[in-house]
């Protein structure tokens, strides 16, 4: 099985890393080329274009930034792949995307899963991923061992679309307790706690959250912002999950306060600091700093 992947950015090139290491013959195409030398030398075929890569792949994977990114990249990959390929994406987009896209890959006799991942980096590099794939059973069943060099939990999880429903409610979780352990620690600390005491309190109490002990253990209190997933993604994620809670029939929601906040640190640029540091313009509103004693 040639498994081609596209896209060797954070994730992409962990990912792509695992694939070499469980013995896949993998073909590589990145946009910055200077990317694809470290995996040549690991024994991946580098492509100089997508065109080229769809001709001589047996799957096609991709992990993009933005849903345009998506759209573009598998019009080239649509006109050149042979029948039968099957495409996965990993990307994190709407679910109308994959829809689309699971349509025009039918149109042409290719197969279209979505299938976006969470576990960040740390995720992607020890091979402990969820993946959640939308789209036909038998193409996923025929490349589970593929998955599963990727990730532990692995879910079908229906039709085209459902993966990336699946991720963009976790999305909005992620959003969502971003913005509320952000409020609760720059308020406490504004009126007088100490602010590692309080998350000391916070993590051990009912409000403990992933999201609160990630952003401050490893970025706020220590005032390191180098992005794990940066502002401008988690944005851009909630803003899609948005999209389905109003789909869904919901009138009021908290994703649309957490989308103007990070959108209220995008426009004090912030876009590509790490996702907590969507604390910043709480802190500069209240003039406190949430940090180590």
């Not at 490349?143 to 909005?172: D, R, T, W």
């Not at 390191?224 to 009138?251: C, I, S, T, W």
């Not at 640190?265 to 406190?288: H, R, Y």
């Amino acid at each position: 099985m040639r498994v081609g992947f596209i896209g060797l950015g954070v994730m992409g090139s962990r990912m792509t890393r695992r694939l070499i290491d469980a013995d896949f013959e993998v073909n590589v195409y990145n946009r910055t080329k200077e990317k694809m030398a470290p995996f040549a030398e690991l024994g991946a075929k580098a492509f100089d274009s997508i065109e080229d890569l769809a001709k001589q792949s047996d799957v096609v994977c991709t992990c993009l930034s933005m849903p345009d990114d998506v759209v573009q990249v598998y019009e080239i990959v649509f006109e050149h792949a042979k029948p039968g390929t099957i495409c996965v994406d990993f990307t994190t987009v709407g679910m109308d995307t994959s829809q689309n896209m699971a349509k025009r890959a039918g149109e042409k006799g290719i197969i279209f899963l979505d299938a976006p991942i969470s576990g960040g980096p740390e995720g992607a590099e020890a091979g402990t991923l969820t993946i959640m794939v939308g789209g036909d059973k038998q193409a996923y069943e025929k490349i589970l061992p593929m998955f599963e060099a990727l990730g532990e939990n692995i879910q079908h999880l229906g039709a085209s679309g459902m993966g990336s429903v699946a991720k963009l409610m976790n999305q909005y979780l992620v959003a969502v307790h971003s913005l509320a352990a952000s409020e609760a620690m720059v308020v406490g600390t504004a009126l007088g706690l100490d602010s590692e005491q309080l998350y000391h309190i916070l993590k051990s109490s009912y409000g403990d959250s992933r999201m609160l002990r990630r952003h401050m253990e490893h970025y706020v209190l220590d005032r390191e912002f180098a992005p794990g997933g940066a502002v401008k993604y988690v944005h851009k994620d909630v803003r899609l999950a948005n999209q389905l809670m109003n789909q869904a029939g919901l009138k009021k929601f908290l994703g649309n306060m957490a989308q103007e906040a990070f959108q209220e640190a995008i426009d004090q640029g912030l876009a590509d600091e790490d996702m907590s540091a969507v604390i910043k313009p709480l802190e500069k509103e209240t003039n406190t700093i949430v940090k180590r004693s």
